[in-house]
T-cell receptor
Framework: AQSVTQLGSHVSVSEGALVLLRCNYSSSVPPYLFWYVQYPNQGLQLLLKYTTGATLVKGINGFEAEFKKSETSFHLTKPSAHMSDAAEYFCAVRPSNDMRFGAGTRLTVKP | EAGVTQFPSHSVIEKGQTVTLRCDPISGHDNLYWYRRVMGKEIKFLLHFVKESKQDESGMPNNRFLAERTGGTYSTLKVQPAELEDSGVYFC??????????????FGAGTRLSVL
């Protein structure tokens, strides 16, 4: 069965600091991997996705993630956090038609 | 172009009552999905429509939940009778059936259901 683990339900960083949100998945076949973000009172917005090809994927708002098959990881990073990045972030894997989500990581950005 | 819209945004009902949630997918999207997030836990799949047909309803919790998509456009999810454990946020998502974007699911803002 496919599953997703997000390490850390809450992450707090200072404005300008590196953002690192961790995601590990279990999969018996190469998966499709996604990061979604949910801002307050809004829906889930796709940040980036990995399907095939280049393992370093760039998304919106300066975020990127690297697919590492040997580590079964898909960690999300951003070099410099902005106050507007405060939100909840979800890693997801798509083994077939439905999406399997991690429990989410709430990112707080301190001034 | 309008995104996935869900109505209502928030519903507060008493145990035993009935509630109907509605989802309008992006126009032209044949795939429609329902998900639920119980407080603090992961978002879990409920079911998947392809047009008006239920493709996969393996995630539906029990027979108190009924989803329909008559005509293959909007979908409703009815909970009858509602129980306390049904509280959570219900998300709807849609995607294309074919094409390069078929792997991308677009989500609505969700309906927050509170059963008291």
């Amino acid at each position: 069965a496919q599953s997703v683990t997000q390490l850390g339900s809450h992450v707090s960083v200072s404005e300008g600091a590196l953002v690192l949100l961790r995601c590990n998945y279990s999969s018996s076949v190469p998966p499709y991997l996604f990061w979604y973000v949910q801002y307050p009172n809004q829906g889930l917005q796709l940040l980036l996705k990995y399907t095939t090809g280049a393992t370093l994927v760039k998304g919106i708002n300066g975020f990127e993630a690297e697919f590492k098959k040997s580590e079964t990881s898909f960690h999300l990073t951003k070099p410099s956090a902005h106050m507007s990045d405060a939100a909840e972030y979800f890693c997801a894997v798509r083994p077939s038609n439905d999406m399997r989500f991690g429990a989410g990581t709430r990112l707080t950005v301190k001034p | 172009e309008a995104g996935v819209t869900q109505f209502p945004s928030h519903s507060v009902i008493e145990k035993g009552q009935t509630v109907t949630l509605r989802c309008d997918p992006i126009s032209g999207h044949d795939n429609l999905y329902w998900y639920r997030r119980v407080m603090g836990k992961e978002i879990k799949f409920l079911l998947h429509f392809v047009k008006e047909s239920k493709q996969d309803e393996s995630g539906m919790p029990n027979n108190r939940f009924l989803a329909e998509r008559t005509g293959g456009t909007y979908s409703t999810l009815k909970v009858q009778p509602a129980e306390l454990e049904d509280s959570g946020v219900y998300f709807c998502a849609s995607s294309e059936l074919t094409g390069g974007s078929r792997n991308i699911q677009y989500f609505g803002a969700g309906t927050r259901l509170s059963v008291l």
